[in-house]
Structure formats: C-alpha cells, structure tokens
Nanobody, 125 residues
Framework: QVQLVESGGGLVRTGGSLRLACAASGRTFSFYTWNMGWFRQAPGKEREFVANIGWIGDAAYYADSVKGRFTISRDNRQNTVYLQMNSLKAEDTAVYYC????????????????WGQGTQVTVSS
C-alpha cells in the first residue's frame, strides 16, 4: 500500500509564500525510484500540472504559470517532496496534490498511479 500525504497548505495573502510537503510511505514503495509531481485543481476547473522532479532530483519541470515562482525539490532520505511557492497570486488558489510516476510524461496526470489526498491553498488579496 502506497501512501502520499500532503501538508503545508493554508491561507496566505497575495505575494506571500507557502511550502508544501508530501511524505511517501509504503512497504514496497522505493521513493527514490519514482518521479514526483505536483498538480492542482481549482473549483470548477480541471486538474492541472504544476511541477515535476526526477527520481534523483537532477531535473525539474514547471508549468509556465508557476515558472520562476515555485520550486520543487525532494529529499530521498526522508521520502519527501516539497513545493516552495513564492509570490503567490489569487489564481494559485486550489487543492494541491502530489503524485508519483515512473513515466517521463510528467505533465499527464493519467501517467501517475499514486496520488495524495490533497491540501488546500487559498490566496487572498
């Protein structure tokens, strides 16, 4: 059984920062062999790709909407992936999900077999 548990969401003002974390666990889940991604879903909208990081942390990809503001990182010793979010905007308000994939099609949510339950991020002006 694989578990991904997000934390760090909350309410923040426009221009503020938040750091999300996603802790992975599972008896047979070798975190260091999985590419990890962050997605988000705003009310009334489809889930969208935010960022992805390769299994050894050497490559990262971002949606254009967050490039330069968000940074994805991982700690393979702690089985945790992070999303540092700076200069937050109202349009960043969404439920943020972490997910795991073995695939290189990092922007396609259907390629991620494992998902967390999500954490709410609300950005107010």
């Amino acid at each position: 059984q694989v578990q991904l548990v997000e934390s760090g969401g909350g309410l923040v003002r426009t221009g503020g920062s938040l750091r999300l974390a996603c802790a992975a666990s599972g008896r047979t889940f070798s975190f260091y062999t999985w590419n990890m991604g962050w997605f988000r879903q705003a009310p009334g909208k489809e889930r969208e790709f935010v960022a992805n990081i390769g299994w050894i942390g050497d490559a990262a990809y971002y949606a254009d909407s967050v490039k330069g503001r968000f940074t994805i990182s991982r700690d393979n010793r702690q089985n945790t992936v992070y999303l540092q979010m700076n200069s937050l905007k109202a349009e960043d308000t969404a439920v943020y999900y972490c997910a795991a994939t073995k695939n290189n099609l990092y922007g396609d949510s259907s390629q991620y077999p494992y998902w967390g339950q999500g954490t709410q991020v609300t950005v107010s002006s």
